[in-house]
């Protein structure tokens, strides 16, 4: 990829207080992650999923009731 390539234009570029890593150092990133969350009884209630880049999402699981025991 050529210099111009890689380029980011000023009128591309906003401004904010997130933090984001840029070429970090240190070779590949680090693998993502997966956290189960359970309620009281065990039963797993939502997956929190950490991306290498260090986003994070909750997946909220929902059952159907005639399905439990």
Known sequence: M???RSRVVADAVRLNDRRVRVGAPGGAPPDPTLRMIRDE???ITAIEV???CGQHHRILCQYDP???A
């Open 41 to 43: 009884r065990g039963v």
């Open 50 to 52: 950490t991306c290498s």
């Open 66 to 68: 005639a399905q439990q």
């Open 2 to 4: 050529s210099a111009e």
